[in-house]
Structures are given as C-alpha cells and as structure tokens.
C-alpha cells in the first residue's frame, strides 16, 4: 500500500474501517527535498477516543518502532472503536544517521512544543506537536536507553494524575517511576494540552529485542481494552510493578575503568556494593554502594569512565 503523501494529520477525512499509511510533511532538507515521517492511522468503524504511541524521538531507539508496527500488524480493525495512530520514526534525520539527536544535533525531547520560527529542530518539534499530536486524547511515548546504557522496562508517568496513574498501571511494566513533568519533553507538551501521556523506556538501543517488543504490545492492547477501544482478550504482561517514588543517577567521583555489578530490575540494599572502578593497570581505585534501598532502572555499559560517568539508575521505592 502507498502512503499518502499530507501535510498534516486529518483523522476526519480518513475513510473508517481501515488502517491507513501517511507521509505528513515536517520539514525541508538542504535540497529543498520534503523530511516527512511514517504515521499509521487505525480507524474503527465508530468514532470515540484517539490513542497515540511515537517512537524513535531519539534516532537510536528502535524498540519503539518495532512496538508500533507489531500494534499495528496484530490489530484487527473490525474489532476496533475509536482511534490508534502510530508513529514508529519521528526523528527521520536521526534514525538515518543512527544517532540520537535531530540533525542539528540538538535533543528533540528537550525542545517541545517547539517555535514556529527557529532552528531547524525547534520547528520541526512545533510541527510535529501541530500536525500530528494535536489530535490525540492520549499518548504513550516509546523510548530506550542512549548509547552505552541499558534499561529495563520502565515508565516514567505523573502518578498523581488518576487517569494517568491508571494507564502506567496497565501497561505493566517491570519499574514505574513516579517522575512529574519535565518542561521540553513531548510527554510534557502532550500534558499542557490536556493529553494524558506516559513515557515507556523499552530496552536498550539500535536494537531489536524481540520479548520486549511483543510484551509493549500486549500492554498497550490492555490499555486499548481499558478505552473500550477493543474488547478484552487474556493476554497480559508477565509483570507485576514496581512502583518508585522518585529516581536517582549515581555517577563516579574519578575517572577509570567502570564495573557495574547488579542486573537491570535487580533490588539492592544501602550499602551494598553496586560498582567497582580500576585504573589502567587493574588496580582499584573506588567501590560505590547504593546510598538506598532500591531497584536497578538502568545502567551503564561503557567501562570507560572519565570523572562524572553515569553508574546506574536507582529506583526508590513508594511507600
């Protein structure tokens, strides 16, 4: 099938009862050649509410996009009330390039909503929060880990906000993180237009990790359920929550050679020692131990460190 090739996302003038492939138009290249992004467009044959899952805002998070085209692939239209619109690469130039900022290499997720007259990036951001997420009632934001860090399956949501709390919940993750918005993130911009939103981490990037792409979609399937936008089958994630207050980043005081110990997901103790840093000839030069009892989020995967290397991410627990 063809896409059709828009200048925006007109979820009206799409025919119901089929799921549809556009190009929308963002911006333009040196060449004066169109930038457009992949949007695909499930409509039921009866209206209600409007779902959206973006991916690859960062060029090197792939998970996302291969949970949007499994979405899509497995979903039967005719059982289908309401709208889901999937975006599996927003950041075209970025996912080109396998890089993680846009091609001016700014960060897209700390730039929306974006200018309507900037910088390349800002004005790509503003279009795309004017031409494709305005539509939405609610979105769920596919991401990974950067480069030389690994995640486990996580959400990062406003727990204080029911409806929102209540979709975190649904999707079942291994870790929700209690994180309020962050002013620059789509997730953000999303709220400030009264979109409920959630943030998905799913793995660790430029990969395909096949059991975390399947286990996203049966989550958001469930949240699909939960929006009576599909009826209830009895697939559900493997997970049971946990559920964190806040986070925290624990970073190397020296430069050296890192070791980190735990697993993603593993529990850890105060005091226990979590990392382990060598200088060129093997010798030790630090041990670093959890300052609270907590779960590993993520973690990092370089062993070369300079002074302020990230060690791993620390989830601390709700009461």
Not at 189 to 210: K, S, Y
Request: proline share 6%; charged share 25%.
């Amino acid at each position: 099938m063809e896409p059709v090739l828009t200048d925006a996302l007109d979820i009206e003038r799409l025919a119901p009862g089929r799921i549809h492939r556009l190009h929308v138009a963002l911006v333009e290249s040196g060449t004066g050649r169109t930038i457009r992004v992949p949007v695909m467009v499930a409509r039921g044959r009866e209206g209600g509410k409007v779902l959206g899952i973006t991916a690859v805002v960062h060029g090197n998070e792939l998970n996302g996009a291969f949970c949007v085209q499994d979405l899509m692939r497995n979903l039967k239209i005719e059982e289908l009330t309401g709208t889901v619109v999937g975006v599996p690469i927003m950041n075209m130039p970025g996912f080109l390039t396998h890089e993680r900022e846009f091609r001016d290499g700014k960060d897209l997720n700390r730039l929306f909503p974006g200018r309507e007259v900037g910088p390349s990036s800002d004005v790509y951001a503003f279009r795309f929060m004017d031409r494709v997420v305005r539509g939405f009632d609610y979105l769920i934001d596919l991401h990974t880990a950067s480069f030389g860090r690994v995640n486990s399956l996580y959400i990062r949501a406003d727990m204080e906000r029911p409806e929102t709390a209540r979709i975190a919940r649904l999707l079942r993750p291994q870790i929700i993180v209690h994180n309020p918005r962050a002013d620059g993130t789509l997730r953000a911009a999303a709220e400030d237009r009264g979109i409920h939103a959630v943030t998905v981490e799913v793995g660790d990037p430029q990969r395909l990790q096949q059991k975390l792409v399947q286990t996203t979609r049966i989550a958001i399937r469930d949240v699909l359920e939960h929006l009576n936008m599909l009826p209830t089958d009895h697939e559900r994630p493997p997970h049971e929550p946990v559920e964190c207050a806040r986070s925290m980043w624990l970073y190397t005081d020296v430069g050296g050679m890192l070791e980190v110990l735990p697993k993603v997901a593993d529990k850890v103790k105060q005091g226990e020692v979590v990392a382990k840093l060598y200088n060129e000839w093997g010798d030790k030069l630090r041990s670093y131990e959890a300052p609270h009892d907590g779960i590993v989020i993520g973690k990092s995967t370089n062993p070369v460190g300079y002074t302020g290397a990230r060690i791993l991410h620390l989830g601390l627990f709700s009461e």
